[in-house]
């Protein structure tokens, strides 16, 4: 049994968190963004497990290692000769800005449920990071935790 898996999912990540009844007792994500997102998560992990020998972490202690990076918004940059220059208010590392991170990483774990981890409820540790950075996507780790 591998004792890690990293991967990287490119595109900017989109929240779980409110969920609209549809009829039926059919219930979906309010973010009509998140289900595109949740198949670009599920096919990045799916092709980091394919080389492991044995498929998903199963019944043990997980860390899930998370940085989110998003681009920043045009605003931050100046213009004229200062163009590609972020101005000296905004040079923080970190967005404050919506999604809220604990969104994003409700919508991510849900996605890798079944294919990386049996269920998410094996994660017992996280490290969860927002950043600015391009291009825009989401570095995950997971690993089991040993002792």
Known sequence: MPDSVSFTVYGAAKPAGSKKHVGRGIIVDAN???????????????????????????????????????????????????????????LGAYPLSPPDLTKIVRSTEDALKGIVFDDDSRIVRQVNDKRYGEPERVEITIREVLG
């Open 32 to 90: 009509k963004d998140t289900p595109k997102w949740k198949r670009r998560v599920r096919r990045a992990a799916k092709e980091a497990m394919e080389h492991l020998p044995q498929p998903m972490f199963i019944n043990r202690p997980l860390e899930l290692r998370f940085v989110c990076y998003r681009a920043r918004p045009k605003y931050h940059y100046g213009t004229g000769r200062n163009a590609g220059k972020v101005k000296k208010q905004y």
